[in-house]
């Protein structure tokens, strides 16, 4: 696509239950990155995706937290078990090969998760 | 340990003037910079970067200043309008990953 896209835009789930998120980055990109930002904090690092594996996994907050890539494209990140800690704005963003070419970064509009 | 640092949270501009926004980092490895916008409900989008080989770069108003003994950059917004109000963050390539800043919310009033 033209852009990364995200969905779903919006999310509101009960405290415990399981969310998924998608991202599709835009076509031809490698490497797939997710972030979040809760309110009033800066863009906090999640998980790195280069094609299919995630070399950095460093900044999923605790093990509820998951994430996976297939065909080198689409990525989704799980959260099982939702705490109303978790609930910040998810954003996703791709890259052609990451650090290598110093590239920019292309973010998607986010997924706002809401913890209730 | 936060390695790009954004100390000022937010700068109030008057239309027409010069915002200018800073950011430190720690790390003497880094070597590539970028800073994005974001608008409220929407991702951040790409302003401008700069090469550590550098220490200007300039896309039409916005301009990239890096000073990389003090471990700073700076970005120049010149003449600030009032479109231009959203949160920068400055960033940096680290091993793998964009290492962002807090975020500095910048407002231009008439």
């Known amino acids: 696509g033209a852009g990364v896209s995200q969905s779903p835009s919006n999310k509101v789930t009960e405290k415990g239950k399981d969310v998924e998120l998608r991202c599709d980055p835009i076509?031809?990109?490698?490497?797939l990155y997710w972030y979040r930002q809760s309110l009033g904090q800066g863009l906090e690092f999640l998980i790195y995706?280069?094609?299919?594996?995630?070399?950095?996994k460093s900044g999923l907050p605790s093990d509820r937290f998951s994430a996976e890539r297939t065909g080198g494209s689409v990525s989704t990140l799980t959260i099982q078990r939702t705490q109303q800690e978790d609930s910040a704005v998810y954003l996703c963003?791709?890259?052609?090969?990451?650090?290598?070419?110093?590239?920019?970064?292309?973010f998607g509009q986010g997924t706002r998760l809401t913890v209730v | 340990d936060q390695q790009v640092k954004q100390n000022s949270p937010s700068l109030s501009v008057q239309e027409g003037r010069i915002s200018i926004l800073n950011c430190d980092y720690t790390?003497?490895?880094?070597?590539?910079f970028l800073w994005y916008k974001k608008y409220p409900a929407e991702g951040p989008t790409f302003l401008i970067s700069?090469?550590?080989?550098?220490d200007k770069n300039e896309d039409g108003r916005f301009t990239v200043f890096l000073n990389k003994s003090a471990k700073h950059l700076s970005l120049h917004i010149v003449p600030s309008q009032p479109g231009d109000s959203a949160v920068y963050f400055c960033?940096?390539?680290?091993?793998?990953?964009?290492?962002f800043g807090t975020g500095t919310r910048l407002q231009v009033f008439p």
């Open positions: 700069i090469s550590s080989i550098k």
């Open positions: 960033a940096s390539w680290g091993t793998d990953k964009l290492i």
């Open positions: 076509s031809g990109h490698t490497a």
């Open positions: 995706f280069q094609g299919n594996s995630a070399p950095d």
């Open positions: 963003a791709s890259s052609l090969t990451g650090t290598l070419r110093k590239a920019e970064a292309f």
């Open positions: 790390n003497s490895m880094f070597d590539y």
